[in-house]
């Protein structure tokens, strides 16, 4: 199979480079049974910029793409309206995977690398689960989340298990209890959203000007 060329300018390096970071958080949250690869299809023979979990088909840094990925890179190019494959393979050792190729798209909306990802499917399945939800095996920390169709409610959610955290601790007095709630809210974030000042001043039954000044004390 002929091989397309692709000639890449700087701005097309930088944004194959923008997606290590990514893949690698992705190869951390399904674990060490999935492949994680980046493709930079300016050289074909040396692909491969970006791999996590190599051993798992024997490439590095540096490998040349595959005739299979080729094969549907191909494809992809024949018809954009093709967003993304997914496959189940065998490699040369019979060793069954399901894999996903995603292109990743240059400054001019033309493909310039690819994004593989290859789940190998051999291992016990509580091999598998062990690898995706006990990681490295280091201690995880629980942490209680909750989904919100808007971010009012965000900011309400927040603001009630700030009230808790403070009310409870007794060695808070009366005069700093908003002053502690606030200081919370701003440690998470919440006053980088649109309008949370007021909502949050309005459900303190403080002015926002008082919300202000001890955002300004925080950041003094």
Request: overall charge negative; hydrophobic content about 40%.
């Amino acid at each position: 199979m002929e091989c397309p060329t692709f000639s890449l300018s700087e701005r097309d390096r930088a944004i194959l480079n923008s997606f290590i970071h990514i893949t690698d958080g992705i190869a951390e949250f399904l674990g060490g049974y999935c492949e994680v690869v980046i493709h930079n299809l300016e050289n074909m023979d040396h692909s491969v910029m970006h791999i996590i979990n190599g051993h798992l088909s024997g490439r590095q840094t540096g490998a040349a793409i595959s005739e299979v990925t080729l094969s549907f890179l191909n494809r992809m190019m024949a018809e954009p309206s093709l967003k993304h494959v997914c496959y189940f393979a065998k490699n040369n050792r019979g060793e069954t995977f399901k894999a996903s190729i995603i292109p990743i798209l240059g400054e001019k909306g033309n493909i310039i690398g690819l994004i593989c990802l290859n789940m190998y499917l051999a291992a016990p399945i509580s091999a598998l689960v062990q690898s995706m939800t006990q990681g490295d095996g280091t201690k995880q920390e629980s942490i209680s989340e909750t989904f919100v169709e808007n971010t009012t409610e965000l900011m309400l959610n927040a603001l009630d298990e700030a009230k808790k955290t403070v009310f409870s601790n007794l060695s808070i007095s009366s005069s700093n209890k908003n002053k502690e709630i606030v200081s919370i809210l701003y440690q998470k974030g919440i006053f980088n959203l649109k309008d949370s000042v007021i909502t949050i001043a309005e459900h303190l039954g403080i002015s926002k000007n008082t919300v202000y000044m001890h955002i300004r004390n925080m950041n003094k």
